[in-house]
């Protein structure tokens, strides 16, 4: 099923909603950034928590943007 999500998304079947692409880009963005709330050479392993955080939140979008899909699917 994701394979078909994934699929949508290329082709334009489903639109991805804006705070989606927003959430997106700022935790690729956080990720990649030298600038950490937490960082990672000063509390270890603790440093991670906050990429985590930005990861899982950008996680449930996903699912959330899924499961429109899904729903959308399902309508029609």
Known sequence: MWW???KAL???EHHVA??????ATAAVVYAVSPIDLIPELV???LGFADDLGV????GVLVL???H??????RAA
């Open 18 to 23: 804006t705070s989606t692409w927003v959430a």
């Open 68 to 73: 429109r899909w899904q729903t959308r699917l």
């Open 43 to 45: 509390l270890g392993p």
């Open 55 to 58: 990861w899982s939140i950008l």
């Open 4 to 6: 078909r999500f994934l």
């Open 10 to 12: 290329k082709s334009g």
């Open 64 to 66: 959330r943007e899924h």
